[in-house]
């Protein structure tokens, strides 16, 4: 099975840069996908990891250590809009379901 | 190109009452997912479809759930009779080949009162 460990709930001021952390045990491991979801909208992909190492993708990054089972979402320059629940969800080598964590609300103040 | 849809958005139905929630997953992906979310957990996978075919239904809770794929394109998920317990956010993801990125629709909300 999969145990996964992210903080239930973040604040940060715009312009800011939050870091949310991701720690996770499994049985299998395929790869750590990060998704962003507003409330009553479909999660939407941000962020695969496979290999360890930082991966960026504009003003977000992700970065893995597949060794220490541990993921962080990096989020820089924040705006209004990135106010919303974030979900780190790890594949499993065996078949290629999801496991999610229970996401960390970021609220990003004025 | 259109997104996985979902209908209805919103099911508020009694204990013991059928409800059937669908997904349009994306044109062309032959593999779609059911997950769900109940109040104050995490998303958990339910099933697995490739094509018509249901590759994985470890998920699936009890045999109260049944879920189709007729034809391979959208799919049902039907929970008779419902429970309480069953309350919570239905969502479905496709994606284009296994292994790759899973799309997300924006969920069906069932509430059973």
């Known amino acids: 099975g999969q145990n996964i460990d992210q903080p239930t709930e973040m604040t940060a001021t715009e312009g800011a840069i939050v870091q949310i952390n991701c720690t996770y045990q499994?049985?299998?491991?395929?790869?750590l996908f990060w998704y962003q979801q507003h409330a009553g909208e479909a999660p939407t992909f941000l962020s695969y990891?496979?290999?360890?190492g930082l991966e960026e993708k504009g003003r977000f990054s992700s970065f893995l250590s597949r060794s220490k089972g541990y993921s962080y979402l990096l989020l820089k320059e924040l705006q209004m809009k990135d106010s919303a629940s974030y979900l780190c969800?790890?594949?499993?080598?065996?078949?290629?379901?999801?496991?999610f964590g229970a996401g960390t609300t970021v609220t990003v103040r004025a | 190109e259109a997104g996985v849809t979902q209908f209805p958005s919103h099911s508020v139905i009694e204990k013991g009452q059928t409800v059937t929630l669908r997904c349009d997953p994306i044109?062309?992906?032959?593999?779609l997912y059911w997950y769900r979310r109940v109040m104050g957990k995490e998303i958990k996978f339910l099933l697995h479809?490739?094509?018509?075919?249901?590759?994985?239904e470890s998920g699936m809770p009890n045999n109260r759930f049944l879920a189709e794929r007729t034809g391979g394109t959208y799919s049902t998920l039907k929970v008779q009779p419902a429970e309480l317990e069953d309350s919570g956010v239905y969502f479905c993801?496709?994606?284009?080949?296994?292994?790759?990125?899973?799309?997300f629709g924006p969920g069906t909300r069932l509430t059973v009162l």
């Open positions: 479809f490739v094509k018509e075919s249901k590759q994985d």
């Open positions: 990891n496979v290999l360890d």
């Open positions: 499994t049985s299998g491991f395929n790869g």
């Open positions: 044109s062309g992906h032959d593999n």
């Open positions: 969800a790890v594949r499993s080598s065996n078949d290629y379901k999801l496991s």
């Open positions: 993801a496709s994606s284009l080949q296994m292994g790759q990125q899973q799309f």
